[in-house]
């Protein structure tokens, strides 16, 4: 597998890019992508929200799962805002608002990673992000669509600064400029990752926490740490799949998906669409995937869920919303414990052979991306961005939303079974975000505006 990345913006593509060219290996990179991400993909994701990333050792040929997604917070405080907002070609639900916002884990997970298996100094990595904070970063089409219709959310607070300056919304190819956010990273860089936890950030966040009523306490944020753990291992036509459990359940999906090899396009929407039926949340997130010239790897998913409309004064450093993101508050919520997700970073091992890292964006239809690009480089033997490239269907309820280019027979027979087809007019962001590096090549998502840059 040829070194290089794959993420979900451009800008965020270069960034790991440039680190990987200057010697650093996959952790390295992924800690530089994500921290540009946090700067350049500020729609979709940001330094206080969650995420888990998988990482492969090339000399020991082991995988490690690394938790830092967000925690339940002990503290009492202002309801929730409800509101409704046009998601495409639906009307969906939200819950905002200080009260929305969990413990994050972002700066916990990249000075995890990068403690265990860095190799440049800590410092190194954020000269990248820092350079698109102090000058600011182009607004990529898919950034700029979601942004159009996230508007009201987005410019809550010191949001309209940021995404509307001089009252309009920032447009694709227009400069979106975030200048808190070079003081953000100056703490991270001097400070480490615990700035965010007991540091000058933590009292930034907490000092608006007092303000607005938010749940998050001293306690909350002192005591987050992020975890490693070995990955689910799942077979899957010979190969092993490794991920984590969670509400994307690829451990049941994946043994159950039929074969796909011999299958015509009209068979196999019609095989597949019945195991992808799913429920979850609509969350706003971003992928990242690493390949270094040492064959390590790295797959790291952000969220900041839709985020809650509030900003940490100053930072331009916008708050998680998990709290608020309904489908992710499942069962008993415990002070400390982690919140459920639908993120799913996976490997695909050959034998003990890495063949395949691939992660996804998109809520409910992470699990529909993830599935329907691995299976289509794994079973259907397509080049890794066919597969990305290729029209997506994804079942809510009744009504089966497709792309343009999905078999229109197969669309046709599940009209004439009584389900509602609902027929997107072209690619979409709400079909999610899949980045991924293969034996046979590497891949990014044209929906989210992707980039892949191999060094």
Known sequence: MRPGIAAG?????????QILAGGGNAADAAVGAVLASCVAETVMTGLLGGGYAIYWDAASRTAYNLDCFCAVPSGEGADLLELQVPFGEELVHYAIGPASFAVPGVPAGLGALHERFGGLDWRDLFEPAV???RVGVEMSPAQASCLAMLAPVMTMDAGARIYAPHGMLVQAGEMLRQPGLEKVLALLRAEGARSAYTGSLAQGILSLMRRREGLVTADDLSSYEAAWSEPLEIDYLGNRVLARGGLAALAD????LPRLADL??????????PALETFGPETHTTNTTVVDRDGNACVFTTSLGLGSGDFVPGLDLHLNSMLGETDLVVGELVPGERMSSMMSPS??????????????AGGTRLRTALVLSLSGIVDEGLEPQAAVDRPRFHVTGEVVNAEAGVDERALVELERAGRNVRRWPGLHHYFGGVSAIGRGGAAADPRRSGAVVMV
């Open 253 to 256: 999906l994946l043994p159950r």
């Open 131 to 133: 350079r698109l904070a």
């Open 9 to 17: 913006n451009p800008a965020t593509a270069a960034a790991g890019a």
């Open 264 to 273: 015509d396009e009209t068979e196999r929407v019609l095989a597949l669409l």
């Open 347 to 360: 490997l695909v091992l050959d034998a003990d052979e890495l063949v395949l890292g691939i992660g996804s």
